[in-house]
């Protein structure tokens, strides 16, 4: 059974940092690409970053670049986001994602790409 399991969210001032965790088990980690979207409430789920299967390379949508950084670490089946600079549009529900992409990721910004999501966890970013 595929678990992905989120933390590290909280609630945090603007201008701070969190970083979040993402573990993954049942799965063959390095085979996936993993993706970190977020959905604040009333609006639809958003790419936020991504990261190839051994980091070679990464993604990001232009509201984070610059602030956050993923990263991976494939010995513990884990991905991070930091998050630095926050800011109150930040504020959403995060999750992580896995992607068994062939030998192309066509669409690692896409939602509908990804094989498994985790539960998710709350970012608060009060003003």
């Known amino acids: 059974q595929v678990q992905l399991v989120e933390s590290g969210g909280g609630v945090v001032q603007a201008g701070g940092s969190l970083r979040l965790s993402c573990a993954a088990s049942?799965?063959?980690?390095?085979?996936?690409?993993m993706g970190w979207f977020r959905q604040a409430p009333g609006k639809d789920r958003e790419f936020v970053s991504a990261?190839?299967?051994?980091?070679?390379?990464?993604y990001y949508s232009d509201s984070v670049k610059g602030r956050f950084t993923i990263s991976r670490d494939n010995a513990k089946n884990t991905v991070y986001l930091s998050m630095n600079s926050l800011k109150f549009e930040d504020t959403a529900v995060y999750y992580c994602?896995?992607?068994?992409?062939?030998?192309?990721?066509?669409?690692?910004?896409?939602?509908?790409?990804?094989?498994?999501w985790g539960q998710g966890t709350q970012v608060t970013v009060s003003s």
């Open positions: 994602a896995a992607d068994n992409y062939g030998s192309i990721w066509y669409s690692p910004r896409s939602p509908g790409e990804y094989d498994y």
């Open positions: 049942g799965l063959a980690f390095s085979r996936y690409g």
């Open positions: 990261i190839r299967r051994n980091e070679e390379l990464t």
